[in-house]
């Protein structure tokens, strides 16, 4: 009896036994994506890849009204809607800011309105090729059955807030939560961390935004470094295993983690090197190469610190984009140069992008800290600090 023989076609699609099509292995990956997030699956991965660009990282600015109430009422201003604007016209329409800033996390208030001239925010964005993001969490609560620990809450509702943030043009999201090392941590506070970031992680994607995922580990505390990375490691573990179990795409999200540093009120502080030893530790042992980008958070270091750390991290390749999501490490030294006068703006501009610049040149792994003010160098750390 003849033998059968089978005819190979190219090899993206060549035939196996059967007839069935044997595909290439990008197609297999191309797939593997598109079941993980849906139909949103090659914006996500865009996206997010738009945001983790070189020499790039995030402008945070997502303040609830109460923080940002906190911000003007250090230079004097009341806490009303028509300032608060002001303050967000003054970062967001900074000519610029495009070549460093790469994506702008919002607060709801924000992401609605528009310019004094009557253009949106969020053109004012999209002008500049900086994706606009939004804060979709509801804040922190006691966690009852925890050491004097919290959890974060806003998962009702969250997936019809997420498509409305999308049509009104946000295209990724955060969702903060934080862990305390002088409070344990208990594993009930890690389990709720990890799990609620990765049920909103998966909803986000499944509404078109790139979830930004922040277990942010509060600097709070004497402890030393060795600790901070303990617990980090083990913090991150949970995120991954809970992201995984709700089956988040990880090409098509962001990572806010903190640095691995000491504690605030540990007796002796790190260099940059150390820090960026223990940090990329961590991030190497947790984190999959799948992941784009690494947007750390500042956390209370002074303008100056958060920017050598960040330098420090990027004296050699890494498997991720690693870069920026700073708040307070961007803003302050905008905010004392503006003290809410309009002839002040054009200064507090320019301060914006002298800061924006050193972070995007640390991106880059080519940060000195030549020339930097005393002011700069201030650190900026609130114990119980809250967003």
């Known amino acids: ?27 297999r990956r191309a797939t593997v994506i598109r079941a993980a997030a849906g139909s949103y699956s090659d914006e996500l991965v865009s996206t997010a890849k ?12 997502d303040e609830s009204n109460a923080t940002c109430g906190k911000r003007l009422s250090s230079i ?20 610029g800011l495009g070549e460093y800033i790469s994506g702008a996390i919002l607060f709801e ?25 939004i804060k979709v969490d509801k804040g922190l609560v006691p966690l009852p059955g925890s050491n004097n620990e919290s959890w974060c809450q806003g998962l009702d509702g969250l997936a019809s807030r997420c498509a409305e943030y999308y049509k009104q043009g946000a295209r990724f999201a955060k969702w903060r939560t934080v862990v305390s090392i002088p409070c344990g941590p208990s594993a009930l506070a890690v389990k709720e961390a990890a799990w609620g970031l990765a049920r909103y992680a998966s909803i986000a994607q499944d509404n078109g935004l790139v979830p930004i995922v922040e277990p942010e580990i509060l600097l709070d505390g004497d402890h030393g470094i060795e600790r901070t990375l303990e617990v980090a490691e083990k913090v991150w573990s949970e995120v991954f295993f809970y992201l995984a179990q709700n089956n988040v795409l990880f090409e098509g999200i962001l990572l806010k983690p903190s640095m691995v540093t000491p504690g605030a009120e540990h ?9 960026a030893e223990h940090t990329l530790t961590m991030l190497r042992r947790r984190v999959p190469p799948a992941v784009p ?11 100056v610190e958060a920017t050598l750390n960040l330098n420090a991290m990027n004296q050699s390749p890494n498997p991720w984009h690693v870069s920026f999501s700073y708040a307070r490490a961007l ?5 004392k140069t503006w003290q809410g006068r309009p002839e002040n703006v054009e200064a507090a501009q320019k301060a914006l992008l002298s800061r924006a610049k050193a972070n995007s040149l640390a991106q880059l792994g080519r940060y000195t800290g030549e ?17």
């Not at 992401?111 to 606009?132: E, R």
């Not at 803003?331 to 905010?335: A, E, H, K, M, T």
């Open 50 to 61: 738009s945001v983790a660009s070189p020499g790039r990282g995030i402008l945070a600015i």
């Open 109 to 133: 208030e924000t992401l609605y309105q528009s310019t004094t001239d009557g253009k949106k925010f969020v053109d004012c964005l999209k002008d500049q090729n900086i994706m606009p993001g």
């Open 1 to 27: 009896m003849a033998m059968a023989t089978v005819k190979l076609s190219s090899p993206a699609t060549g035939l196996l036994a059967g007839g069935r099509t044997r595909r290439s292995a990008p197609a």
């Open 293 to 303: 980008g690494i947007m750390f958070l500042s956390g209370g270091q002074s303008e």
């Open 331 to 335: 803003q302050n030294s905008v905010l």
């Open 371 to 387: 020339g930097e003010s005393d002011e700069a160098k201030k650190g900026m750390f609130q114990k119980g600090y809250t967003y």
């Open 267 to 275: 007796k002796e502080k790190a260099s940059p090197e150390a820090i």
């Open 76 to 95: 004097g201003l009341d806490n009303t809607e028509a300032n608060r604007q002001a303050y967000r016209q003054l970062l967001l329409t900074t000519a």
